[in-house]
């Protein structure tokens, strides 16, 4: 019986070790040196400039809603949307209020960074 199992041993041992060549290491090998593959990355954040009036403005959920025109910088046509802002970039506008404004966009969500009353 003993010869009988070093007999399957020795036979399946080379078809196992043959299956473990070098090439079945190199995804891990290049898994672990690339640590930023498989990851989500933020997207590039554009920063584009406008004009238009302030329709809402939200200080408790610190939003602004503006209707504005084209804003090329991002490739936008004109519409009516709500940014993200911190209550120190909103403390001098209200609703009514024509602006220019600077916005940061990460391809998901808008930062309105910069607000003033238009000239």
Request: aromatic share 4%; hydrophobic share 45%; net charge negative.
């Amino acid at each position: 019986m003993k010869k009988m199992v070093l007999m399957v041993a020795a036979v399946a041992l080379p078809m196992v070790l043959a299956g473990c060549d070098k090439q079945a290491e190199t995804p891990k090998a290049e898994a672990s040196a690339n640590t930023m593959e498989g990851m989500v990355m933020p997207a590039e954040v554009k920063h584009g400039k406008g004009t238009g009036t302030v329709t809402a403005i939200d200080s408790a959920k610190g939003t602004v809603t503006l209707d504005h025109g084209e804003i090329p910088e991002l490739q936008w046509p004109a519409m009516k949307m709500g940014f993200a802002a911190k209550p120190d970039v909103l403390k001098d506008v209200k609703v009514g209020d024509r602006v220019t404004f600077e916005i940061d966009w990460d391809g998901k969500a808008g930062t309105v960074t910069a607000i003033g009353l238009e000239p």
